[in-house]
Structure formats: C-alpha cells, structure tokens
C-alpha cells in the first residue's frame, strides 16, 4: 500500500512509501545563506519568538531542499527559556546557563511548563506551518530529552565526559530523580502542545545519553523516557527516539516505546535495526561529514545506507547527527534528489 | 591451568588466572599526589626523558595502589616528539600541535623513527622497569594507532566531530593513505623497540576511531592497525587493541589482528565479547566517572563487569577509558583489592 499524503509519516508507520522520505537534523539554520541573513538581524532566541519570522526559518530547507518534513526551528533549551531559566546560546559552544542546577534547592527554579503562556510564540508558529506546508511534507515537533536536558542544566555548559552529570546522579539519586521528573514533566507538557499546535511526528532528542553504559541508562534515564513515550501514545503522532553513540545500548533505547529509533552513523543500519526489532522504524545515519566529501564518497556512503535498509518500509533517511554549519546547501539538495531516485530505482528493481 | 608468573599476561593468553588481573589507563598520573609533587618541578616531557623520574612515575601506581601491571609513562604523541614535531601538552586541553600536518608537503616532516636514537629515554625507562618490577606485575608498552595520532597531526588539536581528519581522508585519499603508512612505519618500530627493550605486552591506542563509521573505518584505516599488528605478530607478546564508542564496529576492530579487544563502558562486556569473538581476550570496561561514586555504586558496576566476564579465563580488568585525575586514589586502591576478591571469589563458587 503506497500513503497517497506525506511519504515520511508512512515511513514512521512503517507503511510502504515510493521512495525513502528524507529530512536532515538543523536542516533550517547555519548552511543556509537565506538563514544567516536573517540571523545578520536577530539573535537565536529572537527567531524563535516571532512566529512569523521563525516559520520562515523552518520553511527555507523544505522550499531550498526539497526535504520530507518540516521541523519546528527552536533549541533543545527552549523550554528551559520557558520557565525562566537563562540560557545563552554561545557560538561554536553551545547552550551555557550561568546558574547551573545542582541542589534540590535549584530544583525550585523548575516550575511547570504552561505551554501557552510560556511558549505561545512555538505553538503559533506550529500553527502557521501547518496551515503553510502541503500536505506531502510533515511538521515534526521535537523535544529535548530529560538527560539531555539535565547535561545542560547541570553541567552548565556542553561537556566533553559529562563526568558533573554523572557525578550527580550516583551521589544524589533522589534529587536526581526529582530532577528527571520535573523534566519529564515539562517534556510531555511541551511535546502535548506541540501535537495540539499541529506537530504531525515527535523527536525526542537524547543526543549525549550514549554517553551512559547500560546500567546507568536503565536505573536513571530508560524509567522517565519510557513515561514520556507512554503519555504521548494516545496522541494519534508516530514518535522519534534519538541519540548518538548508541550502539551499545540501543535495545534498551528501543525499549522505552518510541515508533522509530533514529540512530547514528557508528553502527550499520542493519545491524541496529536487528538490534531494535524489526517492529520499530528506523531513521538516519550519514556521517554528518560525509556531505563534506567529494560526490562519489557522498554516493557511497548513503548507497550504504540504503542499501542496509533494503528497501524495507520504516526507513526515514537522515544523518546520523546535526548538519554542520560548513555543509555546502548544494550538495543538501543534491543528496535529497538522489536518495529519492535512487531508493524508487531500487524498490522498482526489488530489494535483495 | 593457573599461571605462575603475571596473571595480567596469562588472561591476555586467556589462560585460567586465580582473580582478575588489573590495571588502568593513565593510572600513573594525575590522581596520585605523588605524581602531581614532581610535576610541580617538571613538565610532561621532561619527565618521559629522564628515564629514573620516568620509571619512578611508571611504578607509583603499582606501589600504591596494587594493580597487576605497569603502563610507560609517556604520551600518545611521543614518537611524534621524537620525530622533531613540536606537540604542546596543553593543561584541560591535550596535545596541540601547533603547525598541523594537511598536505603532501607536510609529509616530508614525517621522518623514519630511529628509536634508539630519538627516543632513548623511552627504552632506557624500560629497561629499569624490567630490572625493577616483581615478576608478577606485567610491563606495558603502547603506542597510538595512526588514525588517532592523524587526528591530532590533522586537527592541531583535540576535536568533538574531527571533521577536519575526515575531510582530509575524503577529498585526499592518496596523501592520506602515504600519511598513514608513514604512521604505520613509525608505529611498528616504536613498538618493535619497546619490545625488544622489555615491554611484555603492548596496547595499540586507537582511542577516537569510534567516531569513524563502518565503512569509513575499513577504507581509512583498517589496513593500517592490520599491517602493524601483523608486523608484530612474531615477537612473543600479547597484543591490546583499545578504541573507545566503537560498540558499532568492534568486529571489523578485531579482525585486526589483536589477542586483546579493549572496550569501553558504552556496550555490555558479555556484548563486546560476543561481538568481537570468544578466541579473542577481553579488556574493560568500567566507566572511569563509577570511580567518582559512593561505594556501592562502584562495587555495583563493578559486579556488573565481573558478572557479564562470568569467570571465564581471558579478562583483564580495566577502566573504559582513562582514570579522571580527580578521583581519588584510595578509590582506586580500593577497586583493585575489591576486584581481585571478588573474581577470586567468584571463581570458587563457580560461574553460572
């Protein structure tokens, strides 16, 4: 059966589709030249608080790059900023917030996300992109996962061993697990409003919790993943799980009830697919740097991937992480064009 | 059949041992105040070229701290020191290299190691080792692989993506394959030299590989790690083979050649050894911030990693990654008494 409405939320329902949907992790931002002029006036956040101007933003690669889906412009801090916490976005650093939370003190200063009142400018902006974006091309809302979260707010800064976060975690349990729930909180609240609002498909990014060995990522991350995903699934909108360095851990991931694992680039696809059970969908996983490489790399490397997929419906091809800023948009689109021909060519020949 | 010279060397043969044998990357260094008193007077450097401080740095952790072998003390960029490359060891940073290594020409400055002449003081360091360690406790020599020595040559520094080392490998495959057999060469007569001045084993530091995809991997720089394990296939030592976030291609990883799979924390032990093949050693593969946690935190994942070995002969106990200089060494101390009970205890009762 062939979706007649958007390939990429059939991919995520494992559906049959003519061809493998495409959308790329900040495909809206720093590659764009039509992004940074827009960025030459306003600051990150300011972007993101102008409704008119931010689904400008999340529009530019579907109209340049002929991507799948839509993804909400904002930061996985943004709703953080919610409920007041500051945070600065630091280039080429990443989020910093000044007043780190670290006590069951600091607890207090996360409230609960009344996503109205608090971030009204996101869900108007959903509001618009649905109204704008044809049918074929779905609106993904995302969120930043409770760990994730908690490296910015503990760790104040991007880290290179996440060690404070740790650190925390085994010696605070119960603050830890008032942290994560406050978190989760704030999460389903958000990614709620966000369905409401129009998202038709949910990530959740958990971008360093590959960072985790196995034990650690059950006792103190799986138990408020798993809820997130739980409170989501009467929702009627197919949901993303992401990380990266994952390999090691994927089956546990799998295991907290997302509809697609997104995975990255240090793991064959087939074997993280076996790894996740053939009853989940998958998406990625380019080598973010492979789009620095000359065409016949570039070629190589996603044939491989799809390739590994097979064909097989449930595959949403993307990179294994964020697109770098240095990434040439010519060769974005390129890479879009040809996944698309190349996985129709290789249904209409018959997978392997 | 229990060994009745060094267990460390005896688990790498995976012959049956009385307890799990024991050591840790960067166990001579900064977590041990001892350590930290010399450096007051020395850098880095200095200290590797004189070969009584050497050796004395080398033998701390062993005097303190109880572990089954030594590790030279020495850097990751050491041959390349020896060579004539300026490698600044910058503090919280790493190894920068201030005129990075990005074209042909740029090859001409990678001489041939002649490592009597160039790095005397590593062998002489060795060879008081040798006079000076009880028979029990191994001596470890190592070297970095040539990928993780052309991140730094390439980057100029510690990188989070290495997107410089990979774009280099893409757009420049010929300078990078002349770039890694010069590596190659400069690796294997290091380790060769170390060898023959008393080094019992030998642990190949391909510490950033996991960054590399699968097919990356095997085009770039599997051949490479192949060639050098090949060239010292004949001389009578146990050989390591260490990567860290490499979860996703640990079997291309041992099919270079080692008798050793180092792993870190990111994938279950009983996994990786599954993964990489039981006729191979396992080394691992505790996360270096458990070190940071109350006690029974530690001795949980530490039983974790002795339980998933499940007594079988061929483990060496090991940190996934090197130890935090903040931890604290009665820790340390304590983790290695608590693992050689424990495994001994284990063995008694039996594996399930």
Known sequence: MIAKDSPLLAAARREATEYTPVWFMRQAGRSLPEYRRIREKYDF????????????VTLQPVKRLGVD????FADIT????GIGIEVDLVESVGPVIAAPVRTVEDLARLRDLEPEQDLGYVLETLRILRRELPETVALIGFAGAP??????????????????????MYRAPEVWRALMERLSAITIAYLQAQIQAGAQIVQLFDSWVG?????????????????????????????IHFGTTTAG??????????????VDWRIPLDAAWKRVGMEIAIQGNLDPVSLLAPREVLWSRADDVLRRANGR???????????????????????????????????SQGAA
Not at 78 to 81: D, G, K, R, S
Not at 249 to 262: E, H, P, Q, R, T
């Open 78 to 81: 943004t709703p953080l900023v």
């Open 147 to 168: 760990f994730t979260l908690a490296t910015y707010l503990v760790e104040g800064k991007p880290s290179r061993d996440y060690t404070q976060v740790k650190t925390f």
């Open 45 to 56: 956040f300011t972007v993101c608080q102008q409704p008119d101007l931010c689904a400008e």
């Open 249 to 262: 851990i994927l089956d546990l991931m799998a295991s907290a009830g997302a509809d697609v694992m997104s």
């Open 211 to 239: 960072w985790l060995g196995p034990a650690d990522y059950e006792t103190y991350v799986l138990p408020y993943s798993r809820r997130i995903f739980e409170a989501l699934r009467g929702q009627g909108v197919p949901l």
């Open 313 to 347: 419906p449930g595959h949403i091809f993307n990179l294994g992480h964020g697109l770098l800023p240095q990434t040439n948009p010519d060769e974005i689109a390129a890479l879009v064009t040809y996944v698309h021909e190349q996985s129709q060519q290789y249904r």
């Open 69 to 72: 889906a839509a993804i909400l």
